[in-house]
């Protein structure tokens, strides 16, 4: 994982707030790769009497090109004409150190979904006998499953995946959710990914896990080898659509396989739906937590008279 930049600010909640609300979360979206996060500190739905505050933030990698425009994105937040409703707008370099440092604090183990359990690797929780405990050292690479979209695409996995059966993930970060698929009665994953500490931290991930036989890892995008019956891509809305559109991805999944689509941010879900409209596939099964969505996704089939 490359370092990032963060760019952060705060609305106070009163009458006019959800417009200025709105309003940032639009330039936002237009600048940051990955849109807007929009987060409520635990206090419900913004707009409710209950909130005081709101925060937005947007993450970019951290490289000269970006720094320059989260500085300008800066100035028209500042512009806006209600940017007195706004906290002060910061940019934030986050450092692979700090990154690293904040989620060893942070980390514990959680329950996901039925049967999962994420542990960080020197964490020996206490669980069922039912239970599946996935050990995560992510190092650099992302999926500890604090994340919402990871615990999205965990939930909707346990439930889709059937024992025996193989799997596709892109963009495999800490190697979570194949180590999860495979703890779960998986036969074999591949696992993909671009960023080559991903890879490296996947596969030492399963060998802390005992599945290492079971992955398959490749550093890119997709591989040579499909379909499978079972494919999972937590990655960005905008990743997602360029995947379907020009990489073929609904043609990695079988004909009667899913495809566990996460990472996608509420704002940007018609942009996967129509990408996946046009690849002649439909949505099965949407869960969601805050601004997160993820989707269980097949081909239409159409009936043959
Ligand atoms: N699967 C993990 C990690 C998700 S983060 C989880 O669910 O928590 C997304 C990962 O996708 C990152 O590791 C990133 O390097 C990788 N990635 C981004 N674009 C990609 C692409 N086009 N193909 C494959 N991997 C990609």
């Not at 330039?27 to 937005?56: K, M, R």
């Not at 929780?125 to 999926?143: N, R, S």
């Not at 970060?173 to 698929?181: R, V």
């Not at 949505?283 to 008279?305: F, K, M, N, Q, Y």
Request: aromatic content about 6%; proline content about 4%.
């Amino acid at each position: 994982m490359t370092d990032l930049l963060e760019l952060s600010l705060s609305v106070a909640v009163h009458d006019t707030a959800a417009v200025a609300v709105e309003a940032a979360r639009a330039l936002i979206d237009e600048v940051v790769s990955g849109g807007a996060v929009v987060e409520l500190n635990g206090f419900g739905l913004y707009g409710e009497a209950a909130h005081t505050q709101v925060w937005l933030r947007g993450y970019m990698s951290d490289t000269p090109a970006h720094a320059r425009a989260l500085q300008a994105l800066r100035h028209r937040l500042l512009a806006y004409p209600q940017a007195d409703l706004y906290g002060e707008v910061m940019i934030r370099h986050l450092s692979q150190q700090a990154w690293t440092k904040a989620w060893r604090q942070h980390y514990h183990a959680l329950r996901v979904g039925q049967r999962l359990v994420i542990a960080p690797a020197w964490e020996q929780p206490v669980v069922g006998p039912e239970d599946v405990v996935v050990w995560i050292e992510p190092g650099m690479a992302f999926g500890t499953g604090m994340h919402p979209s990871t615990r999205l695409t965990l939930q909707l996995l346990e439930r889709t995946l059937q024992p025996g059966q193989e799997m596709l993930d892109v963009g495999t970060g800490s190697g979570i959710l194949s180590i999860a698929a495979l703890k779960l009665g998986g036969r074999h994953v591949w696992a993909t990914d671009i960023d080559p500490d991903a890879v490296a931290a996947a596969e030492t991930n399963a060998r802390r896990n005992e599945v290492a036989a079971g992955l398959t890892t490749m550093l890119g995008s997709l591989p040579a080898q499909r379909p499978y019956p079972l494919v999972c891509a937590n990655i960005l809305a905008d990743v997602i659509v360029d995947l379907l559109l020009h990489q073929q991805l609904a043609e990695y999944v079988a004909a009667d396989g899913v495809l566990v689509l996460s990472g996608i941010i509420d704002g940007r879900r018609y942009v996967v739906d129509l990408a996946l409209a046009a690849c002649g596939m439909e949505i099965v099964e949407t869960v969601s937590e805050g601004d997160w969505l993820a989707l269980a996704v097949r081909h239409l089939h159409r009936d043959v008279p």
